[in-house]
């Protein structure tokens, strides 16, 4: 049995969500079962298993959806300074340094590259961001190695994102996201999602649950439905973190719920079971 734990994002400040989580895998390690936490939302500007380390969460707990349909794996970030500039055919003619962000300027100061660095004290960077001729044209972000680029065109005077690409540990592509302004259209070698949602249904399907399995939701506002569709026959349970309803907007028939949890209320017949963290709020 597998409990997997299902979560849209996490942050440097998570929320009272997250730390429940790993509350929870700390318990699950206590009693031998297994669990998985997974986090559905597109995370960039930092490598996630930093953040997921942070609230303390180990490497092979963790799942980012974005990294599952690669062979890369979750790790600290360790790709260097001299790994990015040794990827740049030119000669580095000046460079800045302020804080975690360095910057250098080659091709007769017609591009740079901005390095985001882990920290202060390392040369480890995070992403890198190249701009030519003043127009961001693409954005690299690592771990160990490079695990997605972005994009750009110029549009309206702004960087407009049309493009992300997700590779595996060789550099071959492994996905790619193609955006416009209303859709996101995923690109397999064998697969075409017209939607998130569409992607986020084949990957809980990729799962492959079984009966013995069993799926926590700790927030469903938007992929609730991905995860009815997709559990097959693993059972599902939701967790009510706090008293997220509007006092007054319900009546005898009506609750309104905070929507982390109005997709598996409205749909109560498919949730195995429920359960709250915390006791209701003293009155003051």
């Keep these: 049995m ?21 509350y929870r895998a700390k318990l699950l390690r206590m009693i031998g079962t297994k669990g998985i936490f997974i986090f559905t939302d597109l995370i960039l500007n930092e490598n996630v298993q930093h953040l997921t ?22 790790a600290p970030t360790t790709y260097t300074l ?4 040794e990827s740049i055919p030119f000669h580095i003619e000046k460079e800045e340094a302020s804080g975690k962000i360095r910057r250098y300027f080659y091709d007769n100061n017609q591009q740079f590259v901005t390095c985001y660095l882990s920290k202060e004290t390392a040369d480890f960077v995070d992403r890198a961001e190249f701009v030519s001729k003043g127009c961001l044209i693409r954005k690299d972000y690592y771990n160990y190695t490079r695990y997605c680029s972005e994009y750009f065109t110029p549009k309206n005077n702004k960087a407009h994102l049309y493009q992300r690409r997700f590779f595996n540990e060789d550099g071959s592509t492994a996905f790619d996201e193609i955006l416009d302004e209303e859709s996101h259209l995923y690109r397999f070698k064998d697969h075409m999602f017209l939607s998130t949602r569409e992607l986020l249904t084949y990957f809980i399907n990729s799962l492959q649950l079984t009966e013995k399995d069993i799926v926590i939701l700790d927030r469903s506002s938007e992929i609730g439905q991905a995860v009815m569709e997709g559990k097959g026959r693993a059972k599902i349970g939701c967790v009510v973190h706090a008293e997220h309803y509007s006092k007054n907007a319900k009546d005898n028939d009506y609750i309104l719920w905070n ?16 359960f709250v963290r915390q006791k209701p709020s003293r009155k003051r």
Excluded: C, P, R
Excluded at 2 to 22: D, F
């Design 53 to 74: 380390k942070n609230i303390g969460f180990e490497d092979d707990e963790v799942i980012w959806m974005y990294h599952y349909f690669t062979d890369i794996k979750l």
């Design 82 to 85: 001299k790994d990015v500039l």
């Design 259 to 274: 929507n982390y949890y109005e997709y598996e209320f409205t749909h109560a017949d498919q949730v195995v079971f429920s």
């Design 2 to 22: 597998t409990l997997y734990n299902i979560n849209m994002g996490i942050g440097w400040a998570s929320s009272g969500v997250e730390y429940a989580q790993s």
